[in-house]
């Protein structure tokens, strides 16, 4: 497994390096293969060879922990803290957090003091409102509010746009941006600039870290 792995990371290495776009790597599910400190131990060796090809290249890995309450039971890393440690004991520029706002308030809440204790391991972030996972003001998080500590913190990446549209058609696209505007609005005129906001499939992702 570790090595199909690190072969994908190669050939991802070489397709998104034109592009200067990062990678997304998550950790599959196998709670019920081995136990949780063995798991651990496996995904911190395996990524640490990912970031050594990665390095090079200035490319950067993002892990994304998933919630395991609504989308994906028993999946292994399922809070920010449990991704900063393994981030923390990886310890390569290379490897970081994909931060989920929708996982988030599933998981644990309290987005914006968990995005404060990770920070520093945070290089993605994507969007989606819940419940129903679709785009901002469609459900219980104050958009407006995480958007104005993300730009105060100086973020200058990409807001990935991980959700459904809450509408079918032109409509639903036009709510979609609609709901961007508004909750971009949060200094009384428009502040992110067009094209911050980015469909999450434009990320490359490259599939599962080996964990047993």
């Known amino acids: 497994?570790?090595?199909?792995?690190?072969?994908?990371?190669?050939?991802?290495?070489?397709?998104?390096?034109?592009?200067?776009?990062?990678?997304?790597?998550?950790?599959r599910n196998a709670f019920h293969r081995l136990q949780h400190g063995y798991q651990t131990a496996n995904v911190i060796e395996t990524l640490k060879r990912a970031s050594e090809i990665c390095e090079p290249s200035g490319l950067v890995m993002v892990g994304e922990p998933l919630n395991i309450y609504r989308d994906h039971p028993e999946f292994f890393v399922s809070s920010n803290n449990q991704m900063y440690a393994l981030m923390k004991a990886v310890g390569?520029?290379?490897?970081?957090i994909l931060y989920d706002i929708y996982h988030t308030q599933v998981n644990e809440g309290n987005i914006i003091p968990n995005m404060d204790a990770c920070w520093d391991e945070v290089a993605y972030i994507q969007t989606g409102d819940h419940p129903g996972r679709k785009e901002p003001t469609t459900g219980e998080i104050n958009y407006k509010n995480v958007f104005r500590h993300i730009y105060g913190k100086g973020y200058k990446g990409i807001l990935g746009m991980e959700h459904g549209n809450s509408k079918p058609g032109r409509g639903g696209e036009?709510?979609?941006?609609d709901a961007y505007a508004?909750?971009?609005?949060?200094?009384?005129?428009r502040v992110v600039k067009a094209g911050i906001f980015s469909s999450a499939s434009t990320i490359q992702h490259t599939g599962s870290c080996a964990v047993d």
């Open 182 to 189: 508004a909750s971009d609005n949060f200094l009384g005129a």
């Open 1 to 27: 497994m570790r090595r199909r792995i690190l072969r994908k990371i190669v050939v991802t290495v070489l397709r998104v390096k034109p592009v200067s776009c990062a990678a997304s790597v998550a950790v």
């Open 92 to 96: 390569s520029p290379s490897c970081k």
């Open 174 to 177: 036009q709510a979609v941006i």
